[in-house]
């Protein structure tokens, strides 16, 4: 995957360092798709990160796990995971090894797996103190210039995430806190330090992938004003806005199209669930 590709929600992809062993299915148990079967047995195996909320974690807290579940009751299945963090590695110790069959949430052009249609749209955006009354809605705001501007970084190398390559373009370099999206693992929500950094006024401002911004904003104990970036694309062609999808092993068309069959009959209760996480959408 480029450096310069989605980079927050899938930068568990480019990172390095594995940490938990995945789990063998059953060999009595009957995979999604199989739209006759009623069997107690039938299951919906998902691959998910074990300490990634707002997405999933092993409490099943996360709004991909409320997804999953909705899926499975709709399938008359039960759940089964493959916990494994979502560091480099990760398609290709879960997906492909074929322990499970289904990522709940990537990007809709991500290249290691089919993906389904989209089912909600999501943006960078700025995260500030209300009381700061910032309102910056722009990279080319010039206060940019001036503000302490906290940045998400993407693994052990600190690969540059979509907004600070925006950030290095214009000249933003000096006053600019990194904090890597897969933070302390050990702890529960590795990425919340960034939205912490800004409650805390450690940050001006910081740049955040939407679903997480939302999220952790409403936990703080302050009010912070969520904005989505601008551009939504930079010139000549660096994306902050993106499609997310459910993805599947390569060719396995009936179980994609299972999942979009559901995508479209329940889009309404799939944005009544994000919703209740917060999650930004354009």
């Known amino acids: 995957m ?3 590709g989605f980079g927050i929600r899938d930068s568990g992809f480019v990172a390095c360092a594995l940490l938990a062993a995945a789990c063998a299915r059953p060999r009595t148990e009957s995979r999604i798709p199989n739209p006759e079967s009623r069997s107690p047995q039938r299951v919906l195996r998902i691959c998910a990160d074990p300490n990634n909320l707002p997405y999933s974690n092993q409490a099943r807290q996360g709004f991909e796990n409320r997804l999953a579940d909705m899926v499975a009751r709709d399938l008359h299945a039960r759940v089964a995971y493959t916990w494994w963090p979502q560091r480099r590695g990760f398609v290709r110790m879960t997906l ?3 322990d499970c069959d289904v990522i709940m949430g990537i990007p809709s052009n991500f290249e290691l797996a089919q993906t389904t249609e989209p089912y909600y749209r999501s943006s960078y955006v700025f995260v500030s103190r209300h009381d700061r009354h910032l309102g910056i809605t722009s990279l080319d705001d010039p206060r940019l210039h001036h503000l302490k501007i906290g940045a998400q970084i993407i693994g052990n190398d600190h690969a ?3 907004p600070l390559h925006a950030l290095n373009n214009r000249g933003i370099v000096a006053n600019i806190a990194g904090y ?3 933070g302390d693992y050990s702890k529960p929500d590795p990425p919340r330090a ?3 950094a800004v409650a805390r ?7 955040v992938w939407g679903p997480q911004a939302g999220f952790f ?3 703080e104990p302050v009010a912070l004003d969520i904005v989505p970036v601008s551009p939504q694309i930079d010139l000549p062609f660096l994306p902050y ?3 997310i999808s459910m993805g599947v092993r390569r060719g396995d068309a009936a179980l994609k199209e299972t999942l979009d069959r559901e995508i479209e009959r329940r889009q309404g209760d799939i944005n009544r669930i994000l919703d209740e996480y917060g999650v930004p959408r354009v």
Request: aromatic share 4%; charged share 30%; glycine share 8%.
């Open 194 to 196: 960034i939205v912490d």
């Open 180 to 182: 890597s999206v897969l």
């Open 217 to 219: 904003a409403r936990q």
């Open 241 to 243: 806005v993106f499609d």
């Open 160 to 162: 540059n995430s979509p």
């Open 201 to 207: 006024g450690d940050v001006d401002v910081a740049i």
């Open 96 to 98: 492909k090894h074929g």
């Open 2 to 4: 480029k450096k310069t």
